[in-house]
């Protein structure tokens, strides 16, 4: 019997195709808005995961903005940081501008950094030709640098830019490496940027503190605990003055990040969802309309023996299935529109399984819930009141 309620079913539906189109319409609807929401929410949101996790995940960077007393960090308090536990390195950062020549060829307010070899050894991707600053160039003030991929095209144009000499701030400086070009943007700036040893930055800055540290964590999952540590040696350093200095985690960062898009997802699925239980109305309005078309189909079924749950089932497997096509062609069409706008913005592109099983789901559960009452009614009509009405 389920086999030629199944076919019965079908054939209802086949020959009235526009009005089951329709009928389909508000699951389309609803699931490609489910479907495309989400994704597009998905994708821009990893963009963003990815580009913070860029600044890197396991570190935790602090900014000395300094005291009346004390404008910034000195080597003591670096080594101290290096020495707390569970912590890899400890990448301090000095940044001014300055004008930059090589052979005549001058560029002016050009991006000058000083770091230590922990962040060269710490990021990747970073150096594309020669090498990273070392221990022996911090400890021995050497005058060494790293050029951008702009300032090797700029000034060295044809040239290979290593071991050749070049004026910084008006100091002669030896090119150990170039920069590999990046065009994201946490680490654009150093196309135009000249590197330095930190030890070195010093005298050329004209500073003798440190407002920029980065360290290095062995493990991520111990955030909590080598945050705490840090801000011990730093109330130290700035006795006490909470105003003196600023701990940012970018693994608290990153939760919070991943709590907002699991929030934003949920609540845009919500919102898509408002159209599916439209489509499911408009179902269970075409379901009573049928069920008053075939009354004398009902009857005459009824009367040749048909047990009402199976005249149920018959008008049921119809919803279902107005649900599930609906369904697949909302998530085609969803998709498609995902697609379209994450390669636009620019963002990923992923369609997850649960995305995918949550418009399925919900598509189905609507056929479901809004084809009961139809179903209900054609299995309790009175046979020969169907029949009377022939």
Request: aromatic content about 8%; charged content about 15%.
């Amino acid at each position: 019997m389920f086999k030629e309620n199944f076919k019965m079913s079908w054939m209802n539906l086949i020959h009235n195709k526009m009005r089951s189109f329709l009928t389909m319409l508000g699951i389309v609807i609803g699931v490609a808005s489910i479907i495309a929401l989400i994704t597009i929410v998905k994708g821009a949101m990893d963009g963003m995961t990815s580009e913070f996790s860029s600044f890197g995940a396991d570190k935790i960077t602090v900014q000395a903005i300094g005291t009346p007393l004390k404008q910034g960090l000195l080597d003591s308090d670096i080594q101290k940081l290096s020495e707390i536990e569970d912590v890899a390195g400890v990448s301090p950062t000095l940044t001014g501008n300055t004008t930059v020549v090589y052979n005549g060829n001058e560029k002016k307010d050009v991006f000058v950094q000083g770091k230590n070899d922990v962040y060269f050894s710490k990021t990747k991707d970073l150096v594309e030709t020669g090498r990273g600053i070392n221990i022996l160039d911090i400890d021995s003030e050497n005058k060494v640098c790293l050029i951008g991929a702009n300032i090797a095209e700029e000034l060295f144009w044809g040239e290979d830019p290593i071991g050749k000499k070049m004026l910084v701030a008006g100091v002669t400086y030896t090119v150990i490496g170039t920069l590999h070009e990046s065009s994201s943007f946490s680490d654009s700036s150093n196309n135009d940027a000249v590197i330095i040893p930190y030890t070195t930055s010093m005298s050329l800055l004209g500073t003798g503190y440190i407002n920029n540290v980065d360290v290095f964590m062995s493990d991520a999952n111990d955030s909590e605990k080598i945050t705490s540590d840090i801000e011990a040696v730093l109330n130290q350093a700035f006795n006490y003055n909470k105003d003196g200095f600023t701990i940012i985690n970018m693994q608290d960062m990153l939760s919070s990040i991943n709590r907002v898009t699991t929030m934003m997802s949920l609540m845009l699925g919500g919102i898509a969802s408002i159209s599916l239980i439209v489509g499911g109305i408009g179902i269970m309005n075409m379901m009573l309309v049928s069920v008053t078309e075939r009354t004398t189909e009902i009857g005459l079924r009824k009367a040749l023996g048909a047990e009402p749950k199976r005249i149920q089932q018959q008008f049921l497997l119809e919803a279902v299935f107005l649900s599930l096509f609906g369904g697949t062609i909302g998530l085609l069409l969803g998709a498609l529109i995902a697609y379209a706008v994450c390669f636009l913005i620019g963002a990923s592109f992923a369609l997850s399984v649960f995305t995918v099983v949550l418009a399925f789901g919900f598509s189905a559960a609507i056929g479901i819930i809004f084809g009961i009452a139809p179903a209900r009614k054609a299995s309790k009509l009175n046979p020969i009141d169907a029949l009377r009405s022939v």
